[in-house]
């Protein structure tokens, strides 16, 4: 799941102005974020001045500029100019049951966000068993989901699948509650960029949907028959062990039905871009690498990154250090063996600038051009990388 450069969530969210910088809040803070990405801290109600200043002259003038008919055609959408009615919020039920004896993340009950953890996620070989786990089943739910995808069918019941196929593993579906998040997994839909929240609407021939899955596994189980002389089993024990869980992150796009060209182009560059990038991945490459991998692939086909989301730090925590950029950025730090962190580029076939439906979580185009995302979530080996979400 995306981190924002708001830095509460894997769902992060970062609101742009102008494309040169952004204010990003976490809590009680906000921050100022640079063109070159990196934050700097700013006491509430300090950014306003900073704003006016950089923005207003600027927008005015760039206004003026553009004659008549561009400022009346402003209104209309990406969506509309392709036959694509815009997204709309549908109907919400309530989430899942999560049944006593699977464990749970700190937000389950309370539904608080913890806080972004600055270290990185290096893990042990013992660990990084437990950490294979996680992420091979958040890859075999992922295809079970995926595998759902067709004209008629709401995102809901994809959700109610995921729901079930964590819960069935002995895992806790990690959006669930996180930060208020009402659903098991997230859904995007067309224009929507990421944080999509399953509803009611039925996925509509020609659409394109991103499906992102995490799972929280921190249980390890064995299981025993007691079977008598003549074969019948009396009886099953199961042992079950507790453990530290870990988080495993992957998302994929779907396409329902047969789509635009247009649509499955932007899918494929997404693909394109997260695997440039993964190609690269090795102990002391700069994480600043993985930006530029991806930029370059955007700028050749005419396409956007989003730079209000982030991949993240992922294992025993949700979103850690580093926060993975997917555009150009002078970010410091670098690779080093055990470590594990999702990539995730977003792509827009226009704008990236986003706006956040009334939910605090949606995040749409402004411009209602498609978007497409991919992640997987990246082991640092000591030669190289490892896929660990694959299937």
Not at 282 to 309: C, L, M, N, W
Not at 328 to 340: A, C, H, I, K, L
């Amino acid at each position: 799941m995306a981190t924002i450069s708001k830095f509460i969530m894997g769902y992060c969210t970062i609101a742009r102005m102008n494309g040169t910088s952004c204010i990003s809040r976490h809590v009680s803070t906000w921050r100022i974020v640079s063109p070159s990405g990196r934050l700097s801290p700013v006491r509430v109600g300090q950014y306003s001045n900073v704003l006016k200043s950089e923005c207003s002259s600027r927008d005015v003038s760039a206004m003026a500029r553009r004659g008549m008919s561009e400022l009346l055609n402003m209104k209309k959408s990406a969506s509309e100019d392709d036959g694509r009615a815009p997204l709309k919020p549908g109907t919400v039920s309530p989430p899942g049951d999560v049944p006593a004896h699977i464990p749970k993340p700190s937000w389950a009950d309370t539904g608080k966000m913890p806080p972004w953890d600055p270290n990185p996620q290096v893990h042990t070989p013992e660990n990084l068993e437990r950490m294979r786990a996680s992420c091979k089943l958040a890859a075999e739910v992922l295809n079970l989901a995926g595998s759902l995808v067709k004209p008629g069918v709401t995102t809901e019941e994809i959700d109610r699948a995921v729901h079930e196929a964590c819960i069935n593993a002995g895992a806790y579906p990690s959006p669930l509650n996180y930060g208020n998040f009402p659903k098991s997994v997230c859904t995007s839909v067309n224009e929507c960029i990421c944080h999509g929240i399953p509803d009611s609407r039925k996925l509509q021939e020609g659409d394109i949907v991103n499906i992102d899955v995490t799972v929280y596994l921190n249980v390890r189980s064995s299981s025993a028959s007691f079977v008598t002389h003549t074969g019948r089993i009396m009886g099953l024990i199961v042992i079950m062990c507790t453990l530290q869980g870990y988080h495993g992150d992957t998302s994929r796009m779907f396409k329902v039905g047969k789509v635009s060209e247009g649509a499955s182009r932007l899918c494929t560059a997404t693909t394109e871009a997260l695997m440039s990038a993964i190609n690269l991945c090795a102990p002391g490459v700069r994480f600043a690498e993985i930006g530029k991998a991806i930029q370059k692939v955007a700028d050749s086909y005419g396409y956007t990154s989003s730079r209000s989301f982030v991949g993240h730090g992922v294992g025993t925590v949700f979103h850690a250090y580093p926060h993975i950029l997917h555009y150009r950025n002078n970010e410091p730090g670098v690779m080093q063996p055990g470590m594990t962190f999702t990539i995730e580029p977003m792509l827009c076939e226009k704008s990236a600038k986003e706006k956040f439906w009334k939910d605090n979580w949606t995040a749409v185009t402004a411009d209602g051009g498609l978007s497409a995302q991919q992640e997987h979530t990246i082991l640092i080996t000591e030669d190289g990388h490892e896929i660990l979400t694959l299937a």
